[in-house]
């Protein structure tokens, strides 16, 4: 479970605790002489107990000395407040009109939800503190990034093809600026970041967490598209699409003019693919399907269909 969640369930488990210390209260009270002085000391054993739960729950201990001393007492506690509260609630049921076991059966109900949340309470203020401990480190705060950059940000297929471009093309201050402003564009960006824990990262994971912060998409706002590598001095030329369709006729046309419209060979549009792709050899899938003319899944279907057929010769 995670930390808002244990949290959630302690105070849950404190609102149970807190019940059933004030049943043992009101059994108490009702059992004791009508006066406040009796009635204070036959509610005093119950809230001691509660406090003393509290205490053990709240504050760590660094010594096992120490821990079993207070465990001990609180042991102590606990059986001197079952003791007296037992035996007030065996008589007040009785006084009014509980008979034969149910009297001696009731106050365990009650004696018992104590002992289980306060059990439950103990665990949970150990667990939490675990929790508040490890997430005062970088390397949690680190993890956590990544956690949430990874179920935040989509990779698109081909980036790890893009990706080197993408950074080459950085300015270098911008590239000596992404540490300074890593830890408070994480901490805007990511809600599960604890927040000043993200200038305790190494400069290196900050470096990088800023880079994907900068490329995510937003809403709003289009993707940015990939990068080209160019080589120095030389431009790309500019790319027509070679249509492999003809448009088709009216429909009122007679049957006999119309014509299935002519199509490129799958090997000849594996061919020009090829030739493309030499001359460009950072296009993407989508880019060469518009450079050919015709969609990607048609494209992607002309290439399996060619793949047989070029093992086959070149066997």
Do not use: F
Request: proline letters at 10%; hydrophobic letters at 50%; charged letters at 15%.
């Amino acid at each position: 479970m995670a930390l808002p969640q244990l949290r959630r369930v302690r105070w849950a488990v404190r609102a149970t605790l807190i019940l059933g210390v004030a049943a043992s209260v009101v059994a108490n009270v009702l059992h004791a002489l009508d006066n406040p002085i009796s009635q204070a000391i036959a509610a005093w054993p119950p809230l001691a107990l509660l406090l003393t739960v509290e205490l053990i729950s709240r504050v760590p201990v660094h010594r096992r000395s120490l821990a079993a001393a207070r465990l001990v007492a609180t042991a102590t506690i606990a059986g001197i407040a079952a003791w007296v509260s037992y035996w007030h609630m065996v008589g007040v049921a009785a006084r009014y009109g509980e008979t034969g076991a149910s009297p001696y059966l009731l106050p365990l109900s009650v004696d018992g939800l104590i002992v289980v949340a306060s059990i439950c309470l103990v665990e949970l203020g150990g667990r939490i503190s675990t929790l508040e401990a490890e997430a005062a480190t970088p390397a949690y705060a680190a993890s956590t990034a990544a956690s949430a950059m990874a179920a935040t940000v989509a990779v698109p297929a081909n980036a790890a093809s893009t990706s080197a471009p993408a950074n080459a093309a950085m300015p270098a201050s911008a590239a000596h600026a992404a540490p300074a402003s890593a830890s408070s564009a994480m901490e805007a960006a990511i809600p599960g970041l604890i927040p000043g824990q993200a200038k305790k990262l190494p400069a290196s994971a900050a470096k990088e967490i800023a880079g994907l912060l900068a490329s995510a998409p937003r809403p709003g706002r289009p993707p940015a598209p990939a990068a080209r590598a160019t080589p120095p001095g030389k431009s790309i030329p500019a790319l027509r699409p070679t249509a492999t369709r003809r448009p088709r006729k009216a429909i009122n046309e007679p049957t006999a003019a119309k014509k299935a419209p002519a199509r490129r060979a799958p090997a000849d549009t594996v061919a020009l693919a090829a030739r493309i792709r030499a001359a460009h050899p950072q296009i993407t899938e989508a880019e060469l399907a518009a450079e050919l003319g015709i969609s990607v899944s048609r494209w992607r279907t002309i290439r399996r269909e060619a793949t047989p057929a070029n093992h086959s010769l070149a066997a």
